[in-house]
C-alpha cells in the first residue's frame, strides 16, 4: 500500500476504542471484532474526524497478540483509505519494539505513528532520544506522547526541543494536563505540531495555540467534537465554550484509570457498541458507571437542547 505522505499530524485525530465480541478461544474469551473495528473507523472519518489511531491505550494494544496488533491497524488504514489519516500506535518496552511496530506500519500503509517513550523503563533523557531516534528512523512521521502519569517520563519543553530536531518528529500528543506546556513547547520548538492529549482540556489548549486533538471521547461525540475543534481554531470563543462546558465533566474520565472502560460505556449510551475490555481491565465497579453515566447524561441532554433550539 502507499499514500501521499502525510507532513502535518493535526487536525481531530481519534484514539479508536476496540470491539471484543465472545469467544471461548480467543484470549480472555474475547476475540478482536474486526468488522464492527472497521464499521467504527468509517463511521468516525463520515462524522468529520481527519482519522483514527490504532493501537493506542484506548485501543488496549497491551493486551492484544502481535497477530492481532497488526490486523488491527491494517484494518484501520485499509477501512479509511484516502479519506483520512491512520496513527498507528508503536509503543514498546524498547526501541527495537517500537520501531518494529513503525516498520510494519510502514509497509501496511500508515500516514504516522504515535509513540510513548519506553513503556516499562523510566527512560533517562538521553535514552529517550535514542528511543525516538530509532522510530523516526524508519520513515514516517512521528508524533511523540507525553504521558508521566503512566511511563512515569516527562518529556519536559527543554527535552522535547532536543527531540524535535530528529528528522521526522513532528508532534508532540501533550497528556500531562499542565496547558502551560502548549506555549512554551512552541517557544522551545517552534517547528514541533503541539496536539491536545487530554480530553478535559481540548479547548485551553486549543486556544493556546494547540493545532490538533488525538481524542478520546470523540468516539462517542465525533461530529461535535470536530465542530468543537473548528469553533476553537476559528477563535468563536464564546460557541466553543457554550458547547464545551456540558461535554466537559464527562471528558474527565479520559484521563483516570478506567478511561477505557468509560468511554466504551459513553459509547453505549449514545447507541454505538462499546463492549466489555480485556484483562487487565474489569467492568466498571457501580460508583464509577454511576458517576459515567450521571455525566454523561448531563452531556446527551445539552447536545439534545442544543439540535433542537
Partial sequence: MSKEKVTSLGGVIV?????????????????????????????????????????????????????????????????????????????????????????????DGADGVLCLPPTMYRANPGEVVAHFEAVASVGLPVMVYNNPIDTKVDLTPDLLAEIAQIDNVVAVKEFSGDVRRVLEIRERAPGLEVVAGADDVTLEALLMGATGWFAGFPNVFPAESVELYELALAGRLAEARELYEPLVAAFRWDSRTEFVQAIKLGMEMVGRYGGPCRPPRGPLVD???????????????????????
Fill in 15 to 107: 484514539a479508536t476504542a476496540l470491539p471484543y465480541r465472545q469467544d471461548a478461544s480467543a484470549p480472555a474469551g474475547l476475540a478482536v471484532d474486526y468488522d464492527r473495528y472497521a464499521e467504527h473507523c468509517r463511521w468516525l472519518v463520515d462524522n468529520g474526524c481527519r482519522g483514527v489511531g490504532p493501537n493506542g491505550s484506548l485501543g488496549e494494544y497491551s493486551s492484544l497478540t502481535d497477530e492481532e496488533r497488526r490486523r488491527v491497524a491494517r484494518t484501520a488504514v485499509e477501512t479509511v483509505g484516502d479519506d483520512g489519516v491512520v496513527v498507528v500506535g508503536v509503543h514498546g518496552p524498547g526501541s527495537h519494539q517500537a520501531r518494529h511496530w513503525a516498520e510494519v506500519a510502514a509497509e
Fill in 287 to 309: 460508583e464509577h458507571r454511576a458517576g459515567v453515566t450521571a455525566d454523561m447524561e448531563r452531556a446527551i441532554a445539552a447536545l439534545g437542547k442544543r439540535k433542537s433550539a
